[in-house]
């Protein structure tokens, strides 16, 4: 199974959530599809959407997730750290704010294409314990000859009293920031003292993979908390990227046929820090 077939079973199963007949479902999905459009332009008023209606999530994981796993998997795929990691006979990763899936099935694709096999532990960690259900079984999915365990945490940086419950995770080997501090760039004054807490709390040579859009108000947080909290940033670029044309995306079929492409183009900034050692 590769990537975009485990997305498949995934948006068949939140298709299948939605509530109505076959027409009630693609009107949902293609009005949610609009929302989220408009809703990523308030990002800076408003902060985090909600993703608690399985025709949203159904939406984001069609049109963003897809692409979004294909920029970490490019960035896993040009970073000699990062393809060191997962030379590891087991890695260990924190997916924060990481419910849409997009940070572990980059990482995923990555240990498909190029047949790495460690034993992967990711930690996601999210709001909406909807997006624990989308992912818990992806180890029955694909099968024993990978190993891999995903474990959901419902967590809110925004809020101390529910994030400071979960301390395992600071010992994570990788933590994954993506497209997550736009989305809680609004509350960055409740959600600061977790980044801060997280970057103290890392191990010593432990990585932190930051993507999200291309805004120097948002590259600006995250440098400046970096530098802050004695992150070395070893790798930082910016610019336009496209998913690949040859890409299999036949296999998210009827959806492709219904509701266009998934989103092909991006604007991003992309952050690997370590934590000096």
């Known amino acids: 199974m590769n990537c975009f077939q485990l997305i498949k079973t995934v948006l068949d199963e939140a298709y299948a959530a939605i509530p109505g007949d076959t027409t009630a479902k693609d009107a949902a999905i293609s009005e949610a599809l609009r929302q989220l459009s408009a809703g990523y332009k308030n990002l800076l008023e408003k902060g985090c959407l909600d993703y608690s209606d399985p025709a949203r999530r159904f939406a984001y994981i069609f049109r963003y997730t897809t692409s979004h796993a294909n920029v970490v998997y490019e960035r896993l795929s040009s970073s000699r750290r990062l393809k060191e990691l997962f030379d590891r006979d087991k890695v260990t990763i924190s997916c924060v704010g990481g419910g849409p899936g997009s940070d572990f099935l980059g990482v995923l694709k990555y240990c498909l294409r190029m047949e790495k096999r460690p034993e992967l532990k990711c930690q996601i960690l999210d709001r909406d314990p909807a997006w624990g259900e989308s992912w818990s079984d992806v180890d029955d999915k694909l099968g024993p000859s990978f190993r891999i365990s995903t474990v959901f945490f419902?967590?809110?940086?925004?809020?101390p009293a529910k994030w400071r419950t979960f301390k395992k995770h600071f010992a994570a080997d990788l933590f994954t920031?993506?497209?997550?501090?736009s989305e809680v760039y609004a509350l960055r004054d409740k959600a600061e003292e977790y980044f801060a807490t997280m970057m103290d709390q890392m191990n010593e040579n432990a990585l932190l993979l930051y993507v999200d859009n291309n805004?120097?108000?948002?590259?600006?947080w995250f440098d400046g908390l970096a530098k802050a909290h004695g992150l070395e940033v070893v790798?930082?670029?910016e610019g336009w990227e496209q998913m690949p044309n040859h890409e299999d995306k036949s296999d998210l079929q009827p959806y492709l046929d219904k509701f266009g492409p998934p989103k092909l183009k991006t604007n991003i900034a992309?952050?690997?820090a370590r934590k000096p050692g």
């Open 154 to 159: 419902p967590f809110d940086v925004t809020d």
């Open 177 to 181: 920031l993506i497209y997550f501090m």
């Open 235 to 237: 790798n930082s670029s």
């Open 270 to 272: 992309c952050r690997l």
């Open 215 to 220: 805004d120097s108000r948002f590259t600006g």
